[in-house]
């Protein structure tokens, strides 16, 4: 079990002892130091709250509520919801912050507060660490009983999400209307079940068919939405003659999708896919974290625009958009950015720019991944012992490829012509993962090796 204290928010398991997992006393110490924050910023006092459909879900909720309240803040509950409507619900509702109660990707024994500024964005590296410094100390004073907070709930949030997008330039209903596609949604039993079938028929689809459609928590398969958790859905796609299947993560800031004999698509190619038909609307540059296919790269520059890689995380891409000024961005874990909606990953207007370049290109979503590079990425990882000096270790894989192209902004990225490999640890294990791409899928797989095969040699 665990609890992982970072600088965009707290994660961990339900239950066990206090320190070690997300229990009880753990929620209302950081939701606390949240507020405390907040506060010292002189904002005002409202925060927005959402949750993904986790067991823990109102449990959790229900100590934000009233640790926000003994602090003073009112809050507005959006209850069930998903990642991307939380952070715009913050600008409709003219908050302070916002908090929404997800573990993403992760299986159905976590749960998590991710943490947001006013403008409904992750908060950054100084925040975090503040909140985590507030929390250590118990710097915390909470409201007399006639100044305690109130608690109102908002059910009008996600539709003002889903009318912002149908509502969005790019977005063309009619054609989407007119294409009369039939479409498989993998909703792994949260609010994706909600969010995803409500956006379609806003764009004009008749034809919809949910797996997994039960709000529950119970993921009927690890939520992650990579190939091989995606079967049932490539599957019933297949079954059901439809023209692609969709799946997002929980809390619905990740999307792939599947073609219609049951492949896919690729999560890497929704930010390629998306981006082509922005970019060919929309002149400008691109971003996503290094980590991701360089596919985005090409895309970019056919259009004119200039491609810029970032650190890995959401946050880190946001910044890199925002000193770019990209029109699009976003990560290889099928995350879409669209700046001018809002600075956040969002699978609805994810949704509706690639179900518009679908329509538009009239072809079927297999034609259509036929249409970008066959690239491959190898992702592996290497596990650690205590106390290895990884700077130590990246300084003499530097040294020893000095006569390549090298980004050092986040671990390290090494060019070999058109191949890549990005040596980066991780957040939250002792791992560095190994990440190459190539044009063949035997070419990435060797550059991944011969890397690990120096780690381990330095080691």
Not at 310 to 320: D, I, L, P, Q, R
Not at 442 to 457: P, S
Request: glycine content about 8%.
């Amino acid at each position: 079990m665990a609890l992982i204290k970072s600088i965009s928010g707290i994660r961990g398991t339900i239950g066990g002892k206090t320190n070690d997992n997300l229990t009880p006393l753990d929620v209302v110490k950081f939701t606390a130091a949240y507020g405390t924050l907040l506060m010292k910023e002189g904002a005002n006092r409202k925060i927005v709250l959402g949750r993904d459909g986790r067991i823990s879900g109102a449990m959790v909720k229900n100590l934000v509520i009233s640790t926000l309240n003994a602090l003073g803040f009112d809050v507005v509950d959006l209850d069930y919801s998903t990642t991307p409507t939380v952070e715009m619900a913050v600008v409709f509702e003219n908050a302070a912050g916002g908090i929404i109660l997800t573990a993403s990707h992760n299986p159905k024994e976590w749960n998590a507060l991710k943490l947001l500024n006013s403008k409904g964005e992750f908060i950054n590296a100084a925040e975090g660490t503040e909140v985590l410094r507030i929390a250590a100390a118990e710097e915390f004073t909470f409201v007399p009983v006639d100044k305690l907070g109130v608690t109102t709930t908002n059910e009008d949030a996600l539709q003002k999400h889903i009318d912002a997008v149908v509502n969005y330039d790019l977005v063309d209903v009619a054609a989407i209307k007119k294409a009369k596609f039939k479409i498989v949604i993998d909703a792994v039993n949260s609010t994706g079940a909600i969010a995803v079938p409500a956006l379609l028929r806003a764009l004009g689809v008749k034809e919809i068919e949910v797996l997994n459609a039960e709000v529950n928590g119970k993921f009927a398969h690890n939520p992650e939405p990579l190939p091989e958790h995606l079967t049932g859905l490539s599957a019933e796609v297949v079954k059901q003659n439809a023209s692609l299947g969709i799946a997002v993560d929980p809390d619905v800031d990740r999307l792939c999708f599947v073609c219609e004999d049951g492949s896919m698509f690729g999560e890497e190619y929704t930010l390629v896919a998306v981006a082509d038909y922005v970019l060919s609307k929309r002149k400008g540059n691109s971003v996503s974290n290094m980590s991701s296919t360089k596919a985005l790269k090409d895309v970019t520059v056919t259009h004119g625009g200039e491609y810029f890689p970032s650190a890995v995380g959401e946050v880190n891409v946001v910044n890199k958009m925002k000193e770019v000024n990209a029109v699009i961005g976003g990560e290889g874990n099928g995350g879409i950015i669209v700046p001018d909606l809002h600075y956040g990953r969002d699978a609805l207007i994810g949704i509706a720019l690639f179900l518009t370049h679908l329509a538009n290109s009239k072809k079927s979503i297999k034609q259509l991944r036929n249409t970008y590079p066959g690239y491959f990425i190898s992702k592996n990882k290497i596990t650690l012992s205590t106390g290895v000096n990884v700077q130590s270790i990246f300084e003499k894989i530097k040294d020893k490829y000095k006569n390549q192209p090298i980004n050092a902004e986040d671990g390290l990225k090494i060019e070999f012509d058109n191949d890549w490999v990005h040596l980066r640890t991780s957040n939250t294990e002792p791992i560095i993962r190994i990440y190459a791409e190539s044009n063949f899928e035997t070419t990435a797989d060797n550059i991944a090796k011969r890397l690990m095969k120096d780690i381990h040699e330095v080691i």
